[in-house]
């Protein structure tokens, strides 16, 4: 039995951004990051990068709001890579110590927005719906109200289950619950097995889980085996054929539980480079190297606000102002309205702004007394660029 002390030391090793939850299940076949500090954490005695060096001159007023998130008396907490593209070309790079560009940093929930374009394939070749019921056994019962839950709402984080994504304590939340608790064997099973609180659509509720069902669901479509090697198997097929090797995301490595079931929401490696790759493939509209990898219309899906919460599209935050009493995600008074992001636990971003031409990557260790610092820093940067 998992205690909660061994749930609460495995969530701080997983925080630290190098902990592999399938290494931790004895699953292997993992991509293995690349060489750097134990655990993800900072050398003290390895000066940090700027690649920016080679790249051509900046202004420097917008280096200057650059190398703010790398200052030592900075309120935003660790910066550990920060990455800048203007027209897809980098005009600034820059890595905190101990890290450079091969080094792979956890995506937390920017996971989600990869796991929802992965569903717009599969939607766009027609193996799955976005309004049709969602295809989840547990759900197929007669009069259960979940088999009313659809693509849609899952996207949009209005699927009416049960669930507490932040816990108070930390180990009363679900998802840590999912992550590191019972429902660590088979996340989706856990997730799923959650009683309807809402009618689907009714209801904005932020949700982890959410994303484990999505993947499992894309995984049940991909193979009917049950044995989770030749689910992972699937599932890394799919993305590799798919997604990784036409953006060129080399570094990509998705996690998955005991059961095969990739962890959609929160565990995915990748360098900077490749989040950025990702970023530009967004800002492109889905397209990358001439080539339409993802149609328009999903495009136009993720990036439209969702019915209960404007700041949200689909698996995916836009600078819009969010109902009364939710945190800010991003900076809607500052920003431009076509402005979206992909956002991670602990301040990881890719931001992209299409009129704006640009994609930025931040990733790092911001805590969450630091977040308005961090959003003010960034946003500073982009009104700069």
């Known amino acids: 039995m998992i205690t909660k002390k061994a749930m609460l030391a495995s969530a701080a090793l997983m925080m630290l951004g190098g902990w592999s939850l399938t290494q931790a299940a004895g699953q292997g076949n993992i991509a293995p990051g690349a060489p750097g500090p134990k655990l993800g954490a900072s050398l003290d005695n390895v000066q ?24 030592d008396d900075s309120e935003v907490g660790e910066t550990r890579a920060l990455y800048v593209l203007r027209d ?15 080094s792979k940093l956890i995506s937390w929930s920017m996971a989600k ?11 766009s070749d027609g193996q799955l719906s976005l309004d049709g019921p969602a295809p989840v056994a547990a759900w197929e019962r007669s009069g259960d109200p979940r088999g009313a839950i659809a693509l849609r709402d899952l996207l949009h984080m209005a699927s009416g289950l049960e669930h507490v994504e932040n816990g108070d304590p930390v180990w009363k939340g679900d998802t840590v619950e999912m992550l590191f608790g019972s429902g ?8 799923e097995a959650k009683p309807a609180a809402a009618r689907p659509g009714e209801l904005f509720n932020y949700s982890s889980a959410t994303s484990v069902i999505l993947a499992d669901i894309m995984t049940d479509t991909l193979t009917p085996s049950q044995n989770p090697d030749a689910r992972r198997e699937a599932m890394r097929d799919f993305i590799q054929g798919r997604l990784a090797e036409p953006l060129g995301m080399t570094s990509l490595t998705p996690e998955f539980d005991a059961r095969g079931t990739m962890i959609g929401g929160s565990v995915m490696h990748a360098t900077a480079r490749d989040y950025a790759k990702f970023g530009e493939f967004l800002r492109n509209h889905g397209v990358v190297n001439g080539q339409r990898l993802l149609p328009e219309a999903w495009m136009q899906f993720m990036l439209t606000p969702s019915p209960n919460d404007a700041g949200y599209g689909g698996h995916i935050w836009l600078n819009r102002r969010r109902p009364a009493g939710a945190d800010a995600a991003l900076w809607p008074d500052r920003g431009p309205n076509d402005l979206f992001a992909c956002i991670g636990h602990r301040g990881q971003y890719i931001i992209v702004s299409p009129s704006q ?6 990733l790092g260790i911001t805590d969450d007394d630091e977040f308005p610092a961090l959003r003010r820093r960034l946003a500073d940067l982009m009104a700069s660029l």
Not at 90 to 102: D, L, S, V
Not at 113 to 123: E, F, K, N, Q
Not at 184 to 191: H, L, N, P, S, T
């Open 357 to 362: 031409r640009v994609t930025v990557v931040r």
């Open 184 to 191: 660590a064997q088979d996340m989706a099973g856990f997730a």
């Open 113 to 123: 927005s990869i796991t929802a374009v992965l569903a717009g394939i599969m939607v």
């Open 88 to 102: 897809g070309e980098p005009i600034y790079e820059r890595y905190g110590a101990g890290f450079g560009p091969n």
């Open 48 to 71: 940090a990068v700027d690649m920016s060096e080679a790249l051509p001159a900046l202004d420097p007023m917008i280096k200057a709001k650059a190398d703010a998130l790398f200052a």
